[in-house]
């Protein structure tokens, strides 16, 4: 009787740790991320309209946006899409006050693009909009408030080079802030 309770003991040890290294495991993993890629930015040139306020995204310059969230809630596959930087936070930050989770929030990259100025006192910078023009926000600072605006007039101008961005905030005002600083308080400021 002594063995068999021995037998049951141990076998209980064994399966309570075999379950605790499966939960670890499992909890590690999941602390770790997932192997599920970051979804890809894709290419705004072929007349999508900017989710935010509808105005056909390659149709007007400067920056432009996207943003992928965690749950399917648009009504088609892939990220949202937007004409500036202005609307993809603004519809970023609405949706976040919904509880939608973005996973990843990309902007046009100027230090990756050539890009021109046009215009002399109401500048606008260049659209570049195919999928390797944009880069991930948290690769990214910006100019804000400068003298160049885009599809919305005044706009936040990316860049992943902060050196460039310095040397245009120089030449065409504005302050280097962090992408990932970007919070509404800034956007509407930029806005009004």
């Known amino acids: ?24 495991t499992a909890v590690i993993a999941g602390c770790l991320g997932s ?14 309209t900017c989710d935010e306020c509808g105005m056909v995204i390659n149709e007007h310059p400067g920056p432009t946006g996207q943003v992928f969230f965690a749950e399917d809630r648009l009504d088609r596959d892939g990220p949202a899409w937007f004409c ?12 976040e006050d919904e509880g939608w989770e973005p996973l990843v929030t990309y902007l046009t990259d100027y230090s990756r693009v050539e890009y021109d ?25 910006v100019v804000a408030g400068s003298d160049v605006g885009g599809a919305m007039g005044p706009d936040i101008i990316p ?32 806005r009004s």
């Open 117 to 141: 100025i046009r215009g002399e006192s109401d500048r606008s910078i260049s659209a570049h909009l195919s999928a390797d023009s944009y880069r991930p926000e948290s690769a990214l600072v």
């Open 159 to 190: 860049f992943s080079d902060t050196e460039e961005a310095s040397t245009f905030a120089d030449e065409y005002s504005g302050t280097v802030v962090d992408a990932v600083d970007v919070d509404r308080e800034l956007i509407d400021g930029i």
């Open 1 to 24: 009787m002594a063995r068999n309770r021995q037998r049951c003991e141990a076998h209980s040890r064994r399966t309570l740790l075999q379950a605790l290294g499966i939960t670890t």
């Open 35 to 48: 192997d599920e890629q970051t979804p890809e930015a894709v290419s705004l040139d072929d007349g999508q």
């Open 84 to 95: 500036s930087g202005i609307c993809t936070y603004s519809y970023r930050f609405d949706r």
